[in-house]
């Protein structure tokens, strides 16, 4: 009863035709629902594989020291006399292995910077897994388990066994590894080196859920792979937890720069993957635009059949003193009245096309990166974009036959 006219009239004209306003509505509906439901599958595999990647596993990565004998080469070979001489001198130099020795004192330097939560030492290297006749490569990992375990959630991958009873003699398998060893719980394996060979009980199994951790997963404590490797008290590198996992690469090149040690983080090990996530969300806004306007142009021409079919009542308004801009809000108020009506049965639809697809039973093989399906949540973000899409859309779709009624001469749409 207080609506402004303009409004209550556009609500009058919508339901006026009630099954077209409904048709229109489902068709701006449909464009919403496929908005919501594709980003909403998408980003929740890519938010897993992140979460995988990146909260269970370290920020930053130093995984040796810089050799100041290669740094310092052309110097010290330009004082050799023999050419031969230089080239031994090359192969020792470049190919020797480094890792890090004083790895305590470096750690406690770490903790010390800001943004710095948590720093543990690891030991990784190739071997190959040996039990009865089978035989598997395999990366080994070497943590103390409390610091790891602060690092990342450890613990949450761990089936079978507990990583606080693991000992110098125990090693943990992935699941995938065990079954394909043919090894059960405290069974042996044999862990071969180029220069030793060791026999370890299986403590536990290790489900991560991605398919290559969990075919070439080994841990060890530390001071079990030290022994296995005759590293003495050496380290491989550090793995480092920091605050605010967007300051990675900034706090990686600082301590590059300042420890004289090779640092990674997990931005760079993953910039393939960021990429790809940053031009799907470029591509999905631009397509979700399309389709959103593709399904809202059918109010254009419905408008305009309404202009039409409505010049006499337009006329008569206009006559009783309605001016043209508030004919002109008539229209864009009914497109977005049967926008906000789509958007409503687009979000219900949305949800709905979620839960069926979470409802549908599939196998488990995984995925192309080896990650098994994940259930999807709504995405807010994107249910933001198709209610801003649907509205925008409709509006513009409005603007054309809007403007042509407010340029209707009333006494011409009145004789008409």
Known sequence: MHLPVELY???????????????????????????????????????????????????????????????????????????????????????????????????????????????????????IIVHGGQSQGASIQGIVPEQEMRIRRLQDEIAVGSLETMGPGDVFLGWRLADELGVRMGGRVQLVTAKTRKSFKLAGLVNSGVYSADMGSVLLSLKGAQQLLGMGDSVTGLSLKIKDIYDAKKLSDLIAQTYHVKSRNWMEDNEIILSQIGMF??????????????????????????????????????????????????????????????????????????????????????????????????????????????????????????WNASRLDPVKAINQ
């Open 281 to 402: 969300r470029v591509i999905i806004a631009f397509i979700s635009f399309l389709i959103v306007f593709a399904a809202a142009s059918s109010i254009t021409s419905v408008l305009i059949m309404v202009v039409s079919s409505k010049s006499r009542e337009i006329g008569i308004l206009k006559a009783m003193g309605l001016q043209g801009p508030a004919i002109m809000r008539l229209f864009v108020f009914q497109a977005v009245c049967l926008s906000l009506l789509g958007a409503a049965a687009g979000v219900l639809g949305g949800q709905g096309l979620i839960s069926l697809y979470n409802a549908t039973p599939y196998s488990r093989a995984e995925t192309f990166l080896g990650i098994a399906r994940q259930p999807v949540a709504m995405n807010a973000e994107y249910t933001g974009y198709a209610l801003f899409y649907a509205l925008l859309s409709s509006v513009l779709a409005s603007l054309i036959p809007a």
């Open 9 to 127: 009239i556009a609500l009058r004209y919508t339901l006026a035709n009630l099954r077209q306003s409904l048709l229109i509505a489902f068709a701006v509906g449909l464009g919403v629902a496929i908005i919501i439901f594709i980003p909403s599958v998408n980003l929740s595999f890519f938010n897993y594989f992140l979460e995988k990647t990146v909260e269970n596993s370290s920020h930053i990565k130093i995984t040796r020291e810089i050799d100041t004998m290669a740094r310092n080469r052309d110097v010290l070979s330009a004082r050799l006399a023999k050419p031969e001489q230089d080239v031994l001198f090359s192969d020792r130099t470049l190919t020797r292995k480094r890792d890090i020795q004083a790895y305590r004192a470096l750690s406690r330097e770490l903790l010390a910077l800001p943004g710095v939560v948590e720093v543990a030492p690891f030991v990784n290297e190739q071997v």
